[in-house]
């Protein structure tokens, strides 16, 4: 088996997990990275969530990725254009021809006058990996794509080694620090840390819009897809979906006109269909995740031949769909902090001030699938950096929509440019740590803040 010791191994490369590679790479450490599928982005890229919703970031590689993205035609600043009425069961996204800079606000915002970012998968993909490529000097970097988490040992509170499964063969990686960019915080969970699925009880974080009692309830899941008008309507459901039963889902339609999906139309042709959502979160718990895969495409494609039926999409096909599963929520890290809804109302974390934040939003609740008791807008708000800290093993980072927020504040922080944000913090905190010979725990937040520019 082939050994590799390294600073700091990335588990999972989103915009977390890329974010935190860059970061780490500009900080001098030697990074490995792994990642399941065939390139980085995650459920930005291999998800089908190609764009980036409305609302603030602090500064970052965010404004990157958007210039070389705007500058090559492969995004474009978008506008709704068509609303979800009783007559019309989808929104519509297009080209609106303004700044970057519009994108970068929400709170307080018209919806008219909302902006986010349209990109193709296959270029955020791309600049993504060269951002991690160019960040890297003398051959620090190493990734792996195609690659599977199997296990880890611990000892004395730290991670030691790492298994993975590469196209290659077994690969044991010796780390001094981890991060866990993973989503479903398998790493994180093998680790011994405590960690938490569904809703929780109203009692455990003071949350007014939370539940009685702890609950299996999970936000939402989506199958997205790339419809093209190609002059041909779609044949049906293809043969392979034969064995996924449709009726109750067919009878769902037709009495709610169908679930409502967000229509973005592309750079370069063709529209992503974002359905909110193809099923109950809770699904994941109930079957094995190929499973849930294969019915939640059949149902994409059901409720595009059921759109053509109705008169919308005529001439137009599936001609892709996405090979990750949208999760919004899987397993959620109980840390150092957990931050609330309640915390979010405020603005920042009560006892920890704002001198501990290293990413801001302002994205609402959004609980797809169930209606939310939460204030429906709010100003921006901060995420602590000990809402990165496990609580259990010290040389570990979990920078992720899993990272330790509540249910309800979850729903709030898993946006892209959110994640990107945890990413950059989690990458510098690391390489912090690798300079100067400590842990997570013990990172001068002021000193973070201060590499990463925020003031």
């Known amino acids: 088996m082939r050994i590799l010791h390294t600073d700091i191994l990335v588990l999972g490369l ?18 490995v990275g792994a990642e399941q599928m065939a390139g980085p982005g995650g459920t930005s890229t291999y998800g089908g969530v ?9 500064e970052g590689m965010h ?7 705007l500058e090559r035609g492969d995004a474009f600043v978008g506008k709704t254009t068509e609303y979800v009425s009783a007559a019309n069961r989808f929104a519509t996204s297009d080209r609106s021809g303004d700044p970057y800079e519009t994108t970068l606000k929400r709170f307080g915002v018209h919806p008219d006058d909302m902006r986010r970012l349209h990109y193709e998968p296959d270029a955020m993909s791309a600049v993504l990996q060269e951002l991690m490529e160019e960040a890297d ?12 988490f199997v296990s880890l040992d611990t000892q004395n509170r730290r991670i030691r080694t790492c298994v993975l499964d590469t196209p290659s063969g077994p690969v044991t990686v010796c780390p001094k620090q981890v991060i866990d960019c993973t989503g479903d915080l398998l790493p994180a969970r093998m680790a011994g840390c405590t960690c938490v699925i569904g809703e929780d009880a109203r009692e455990t974080y003071g949350e ?59 750079p370069r042709g063709g529209i992503y269909v974002n359905m909110l959502p193809t099923g109950e979160g809770d699904l994941y718990l109930q079957y094995d995740l190929p499973v849930l895969k294969h019915i939640c495409e059949a149902r994409a494609y059901r409720y595009v031949q059921w759109l053509a039926e109705k008169g919308y999409l005529r001439g137009w096909e599936i001609t892709h769909m ?16 957990v931050l609330t809804i309640e915390d979010i109302y405020n603005g920042f974390a009560p006892s920890l001030g704002t001198e501990h934040t290293v990413a801001i939003a302002d994205h609402p609740a959004d609980t797809h699938g169930r209606g939310s008791r939460c204030k429906d807008t709010y100003p921006g708000y901060g995420i602590p950096y000990e809402c990165l800290l496990p ?12 990272s330790s927020f509540t249910h309800l504040a979850a729903s709030s ?3 892209s440019r959110t994640m990107l944000q945890l990413g950059e913090a989690a990458g510098t905190a690391a390489a912090m740590c690798i300079q100067d010979g400590y842990d997570p725990a013990d990172v001068d937040v002021t000193a973070l803040r201060k590499l990463r520019g925020i003031e």
């Open 322 to 337: 996405f090979p990750l599963l949208g999760l919004r929520e899987s397993w959620r890290l109980v840390g150092r902090y």
């Open 391 to 402: 609580k259990e093993i010290d040389n570990l980072l979990v920078a992720c929509r899993g």
């Open 50 to 58: 190609n764009n980036w919703e409305p609302g603030v970031s602090f």
């Open 137 to 148: 000097s003398g051959g620090r970097l190493t990734l792996f794509y195609n690659t599977r």
């Open 14 to 31: 989103g915009s977390a997990g890329s974010a935190a590679v860059y970061r780490a790479l500009q900080g001098g450490a030697s990074v």
């Open 413 to 415: 922080t898993r946006l």
């Open 208 to 266: 007014e819009a939370a539940p009685d009692g702890a609950t299996r309830f999970l936000n939402g899941l989506t199958q997205c897809f790339r419809i093209t008008e190609t002059g041909v309507d779609m044949p049906g459901v293809p043969e392979e979906y034969n064995d996924v039963d449709l009726t109750g889902w067919v009878e769902h339609m037709n009495r709610t006109m169908g679930p409502v999906s967000c229509f973005n139309v592309y």
């Open 63 to 69: 404004r990157e990725i958007a210039r070389r993205l």
